[in-house]
């Protein structure tokens, strides 16, 4: 009896300790910048300006999208995964935003452990952050995917911003692209996240012009590429 009740011992002892190493995601420091509660939402304004070579054209669009955790369940890998589901409105000079009916846009999955987070967003799986969340720490974001090498790194994190007249008290910003300007190319990619909310900002700029004009910057001369942006309008739980 001596024997098996020393046993027992030994096995509990190393069941926790096994528990300690490997913490459940909840646990993690650094999950809260992508908080994953059923129910919680973001809603966003979205601006894209849209430059074409042929024909040569700009098109504006506006519209508002809503974010929203779902559903958690079990993937095809036995891994726990969440449904992030999109709605959509468009703008309508007509009518307001407050007199439409969110559409479904489309479900991204969203994956999280002690880590990193991952969102697959058009059957494209990203690394969106790792942890711990460490100024100036640097990952593939294209490590799970086909896309080729993307360098991410945290450029800051647990700042005070403002963003969209919402004071928000810990924000860190990630870095997928870095600033490039040269003469005929100007690229910028890069998110920011609140802590207990998730993602609040998200710039894309990829904009080309090979009509070069000495003094003038890319920006001036646009012949064609993408400026979008994302700014957070609401959250909470439903």
């Known amino acids: 009896m001596r024997k098996n009740g020393i046993i027992a011992v030994i096995f509990a002892l190393g069941f926790f300790s096994c528990k300690e190493e490997v913490p459940e995601p909840a646990t993690v420091k650094g999950l809260e910048y992508f908080p994953l509660t059923i129910g919680r939402f973001v809603e966003y304004e979205a601006d894209s300006t849209v430059y074409t070579e042929v024909p040569k054209d700009t098109l504006y669009f506006k519209y508002r999208i809503k974010e929203k955790i779902v559903e958690e369940f079990i993937d095809n890998q036995g891994v726990k995964a969440y449904r992030l589901e999109r709605y959509i409105k468009l703008f309508n000079a007509l009518i307001p935003y407050d007199s439409m009916t969110w559409q479904v846009k489309e479900a991204w999955l969203v994956k999280a452990n002690n ?124």
């Open 115 to 238: 880590t990193r987070v991952q969102v697959q967003e058009n059957n494209h799986l990203f690394t969106k952050l790792i942890f711990p969340t460490l100024e100036n720490a640097s990952w593939d974001g294209n490590a799970y995917n086909s896309l080729g090498k993307s360098t991410y790194s945290y450029e800051y994190v647990d700042r005070a911003e403002n963003i969209k007249g919402l004071s928000l008290s810990r924000v860190l910003k990630v870095k997928q692209k870095t600033d490039t300007s040269n003469l005929i190319i100007n690229q910028l990619e890069y998110e920011q996240f609140a802590a207990d909310i998730g993602l609040v900002f998200r710039q894309y700029t990829n904009i080309e012009s090979n009509n070069i004009v000495t003094n003038v910057p890319v920006k001036n001369r646009i012949e064609k590429g993408v400026i979008y942006t994302l700014s957070i309008m609401n959250y909470g739980t439903e």
